[in-house]
């Protein structure tokens, strides 16, 4: 099945800089890539998608990339805001209808 | 508040004990999908369900059972048989239609078993 990787685990940002997440995917068959964003104690909340007849996709601030050829797929974030502190999640999906298979997350910090 | 619905937010049970989550979403979503959320290690798979009355096991359903008699709820079941109960559960419901859309998650229960 898919495997999903996600790296940093935790990143720290001064505010002002970018902040840049990277996830590699196993299946070549994925065609949608979903970024989710859950702050502390709240829901998981999608922030931006790619599917994969698309290599970037920019929504003000936020960015996605991604690269079929070596199966991996970026998000990034523009100068950033401590409101952006909080867990990204990204996530890949082979499916036809939407089961998606996530990657571990990463923690923002985004410091004064 | 989103649409779909769980209780309680924190719910604390004894080892060897049975219970129940509920999700209810009002979104009129065709799926439904139950997520579990550890630490360090994202979101995992526990089942989904595209249509009422069917559903799959997801990555990790051992220990868990779900039911789907209706189009807005998906309770789950944590039984005695899960080893690690203890844990954040998410769930999330989506459109199903001409390839995947965006999943709409629930406040989540933080489920303490002692």
């Known amino acids: 099945g898919e495997n999903v990787e996600q790296h940093p685990s935790t990143l720290s940002v001064q505010e002002g800089d970018s902040a840049v997440i990277k996830c590699t995917y196993s299946d070549s068959a994925s065609n949608y890539f979903p970024w989710y964003k859950q702050e502390l104690g709240k829901r998981p909340q999608l922030i931006i998608d790619i599917r994969s007849n698309v290599g970037e996709k920019k929504d003000q601030r936020i960015a996605v990339t991604l690269n079929k050829t070596a199966k991996h797929f970026s998000l990034h974030i523009t100068e950033t805001q401590p409101e952006d502190s909080a867990v990204y999640f990204c996530?890949?999906?082979?499916?036809?209808?939407?089961?998606?298979?996530f990657g571990a997350g990463t923690q923002v910090v985004v410091t004064p | 508040d989103g649409g779909i619905t769980q209780s309680p937010k924190y719910l604390f049970r004894k080892e060897g004990q049975n219970v129940t989550l509920s999700c209810e979403q009002n979104l009129n979503h065709d799926a439904m999908y139950w997520y579990r959320q550890d630490p360090g290690q994202g979101l995992r798979l526990i089942y989904y369900s595209q249509i009422v009355n069917d559903f799959q096991k997801g990555d990790i359903a051992e220990g868990y059972s779900v039911s789907r008699e209706k189009k807005e709820s998906f309770p789950l079941t944590v039984t005695s048989a899960q080893k690690n109960p203890t844990a954040f559960y998410l769930c999330?419901?989506?459109?199903?239609?001409?390839?995947?859309?965006?999943?709409?998650f629930g406040p989540g229960t933080r489920l303490t078993v002692t």
């Open positions: 999330a419901s989506s459109i199903v239609g001409t390839g995947v859309y965006e999943q709409y």
């Open positions: 996530a890949a999906s082979t499916d036809s209808w939407g089961k998606l298979q």
